[in-house]
């Protein structure tokens, strides 16, 4: 409690520093947030029981149930496999179906990965805006001292040196949840975009293996 309060009364003492950290974390965490939410929603779908669905209706040559499962959940995965499966729809090629589920993809996977990379930028500058109004602190706090009697000196430079150090304090409280949220959201975007490309393999693949129940 002794350090929240002394950071708290640091803001008065060092405004520009300590408001720049705390717009940092609002901005951080509006993005953690967003990111958060669209990859939940995004990962909500189950990818091995989605493309069960999908093949069953690949396999008894059915591409308007296939296209309606597809359309029953928007999300980079389901938007993918319907990319291939409309090209089969419109008698394309097998060189056709695959660029039409590449371009598909190359929309789809930087939103996942959209602004991640942010929330680890936004935690570097949190500690280096923490140093910096650290740096700017001691310094100002020897400048003080300069003209001060010798018996006064050791108790005013350890006080500014105390107040200093709250701006890396509050530098690192905003740093450390920051880049904690950059590797969970990193790891999960990952986990989707590698399911991504997985189904858009496998239904490729099994769409090649049963082309000929689409020509009945």
């Known amino acids: 409690m002794e350090l929240f309060a002394s950071i708290l009364k640091n803001f008065a003492i060092e ?24 990859i939940t929603a995004a990962s909500s779908i189950k990818k091995d029981d989605f493309l069960n669905r999908v093949n069953q209706q690949i396999l008894a040559g059915n591409l308007e149930r296939a296209l309606a499962v597809c359309s029953q959940t928007n ?7 319907k990319a291939g499966l409309l090209a089969v729809a ?15 993809a190359l929309r789809e996977i930087p939103r996942i990965e959209k602004r991640t990379s942010l929330l680890a930028l936004l935690s570097n500058l949190a500690t280096l805006v923490g140093l910096l109004g650290t740096i700017a602190g001691l310094i100002g706090a ?6 001060v009697s010798p018996a006064e000196k050791a108790t005013l ?5 105390s107040m200093a150090m709250n701006c890396t ?13 950059y590797g969970f959201i990193q790891t999960r975007a990952q986990e ?10 496998t239904t490729l693949n099994f769409i090649l293996a049963n082309k000929d129940k689409f020509n009945r």
Not at 15 to 38: D, H, K, N, Q, T
Not at 90 to 104: L, P
Not at 142 to 147: D, K, P
Not at 171 to 181: E, K, N, R, S, Y
């Open 15 to 38: 405004p520009l520093y300590m408001f720049s950290i705390l717009g940092i974390s609002f901005l951080g965490a509006a993005v953690a947030f967003e990111r958060i939410r669209y």
């Open 75 to 81: 999300s980079p995965l389901t938007n993918i496999v």
């Open 90 to 104: 419109n008698h394309k090629d097998v060189e056709e179906v695959q660029t039409a589920m590449d371009a598909v």
């Open 142 to 147: 020897f400048v003080a001292v300069a003209g």
């Open 157 to 161: 430079l350890s006080k500014s040196i």
């Open 169 to 181: 304090a509050f530098g690192l409280m905003v740093a450390i949840p920051l880049l904690a949220a």
């Open 192 to 201: 989707l975009v590698d399911d991504v490309h997985e189904a858009a393999v």
